[in-house]
């Protein structure tokens, strides 16, 4: 006869074996540094300009960093495919005044879909070139960039539109005291990307794309169509983005996703993405996007030229992709003067 042995029961997971596992996980990710940065950024902010945490400059500031935090994701999912978006400043400028031409003809919700379409079809003519035209995304990007910012100075010439105060309370209001609405939806379609990339099929092609292409072949998985569908939604994203710019200024302008383009970058670098592809973070990404803004916000009242945040934003990338290559190399030097 033999004994049945019941297992122990399985350890419960304490709350700083939880605090600990996620740390863990930010750091794999890639987001541990963006998030510190952030916390030290926000902490010397607060101590310059204390008046961020009144209603007003709270609000203020959210309508400013989350455009570019949508801007931000869109890119990172270029990225984590193993590419770049050049035009993405263009498809946001074109996605803006799209929206806004659109709120003089057709009600408030069918000119929002139109933006998004507008984006959703920019994202998806770059992604076929790269996909199936087998065209480096660099190249078609670069090129689609004058053809999209062209496109948007012929809808609309100059800043105007004719966004309602509804709107730009939905979008750019208060849920309730200190709680931006922009700040809501950034979080809402958030959750909902990372809902895609962490727990679908797509979401694990798009990482697999970017990290090992050959295994994804090997598996028989359609890489073309996963290429293609992140540059879509990276579309979609940037267009969100443009319409709730749109909804702050309450006008649309031709001009107006040009500085999101080297900041959607350095976003994504600060939040540690390999510019190879198949690693990235979302809250990363958010949290770096939305430094950077304040960043610029803090310029802004500092009396700083604003164009010092571009010579800002490019030492981030310079450091941030270059700063791994010379430790790696000086790690090698060390280790073959020591053998």
């Not at 074109?94 to 998004?116: C, D, H, K, R, W």
């Amino acid at each position: 006869m033999t004994a049945t042995v019941t297992p122990p029961p399985a350890a419960p997971v304490t709350r700083a074996v939880a605090k600990r596992q996620g740390l863990v996980r930010l750091r794999r990710e890639g987001a541990f540094a963006p998030a510190a940065a952030f916390v030290v950024f926000l902490i010397v902010y607060i101590i310059i300009n204390p008046e961020l945490l009144t209603r007003f400059q709270l609000q203020t500031a959210a309508n400013l960093v989350v455009p570019l935090a949508f801007v931000a994701l869109g890119q990172l999912l270029i990225v984590l495919v193993g590419g770049i978006d050049i035009s993405i400043g263009a498809i946001m400028s074109l996605s803006n005044v799209v929206f806004a031409a659109q709120t003089e003809l057709v009600p408030v919700p069918i000119a929002v879909l139109m933006g998004l379409a507008t984006g959703l079809a920019c994202g998806l003519f770059n992604g076929f070139l790269v996909s199936y035209g087998g065209l480096p995304a660099i190249a078609v990007t670069l090129a689609s960039a004058f053809i999209f910012g062209s496109l948007a100075r012929e809808v609309m010439d100059r800043p105007g539109g004719n966004i309602t105060t509804e709107f730009h309370l939905a979008t750019s209001g208060e849920a309730i005291p200190f709680v931006p609405v922009a700040l809501v939806w950034l979080t809402l379609i958030a959750v909902l990307l990372w809902f895609i990339l962490q727990r679908t099929a797509l979401g694990r092609h798009i990482y697999g794309v970017g990290s090992n292409m050959d295994s994804i072949r090997a598996a028989g998985l359609n890489a073309r169509l996963t290429k293609l569908a992140a540059f879509g939604i990276a579309g979609a994203l940037t267009a969100t983005g443009a319409i709730m710019l749109a909804g702050s200024t309450m006008t649309g302008d031709p001009r107006s996703g040009d500085p999101y383009l080297l900041s959607s970058i350095a976003a994504v670098a600060l939040a540690g993405a390999s510019f190879t592809g198949g690693r990235g973070s979302i809250i990363g990404t958010i949290l770096a996007g939305i430094t950077l803004g304040l960043i610029g916000n803090l310029l802004f009242f500092a009396g700083i030229n604003s164009y010092w945040q571009y010579v800002i934003s490019a030492l981030i990338i310079v450091s941030v992709v270059g700063i791994p290559v010379v430790w790696r190399k000086v790690s090698f030097a060390r280790k073959g003067a020591r053998s």
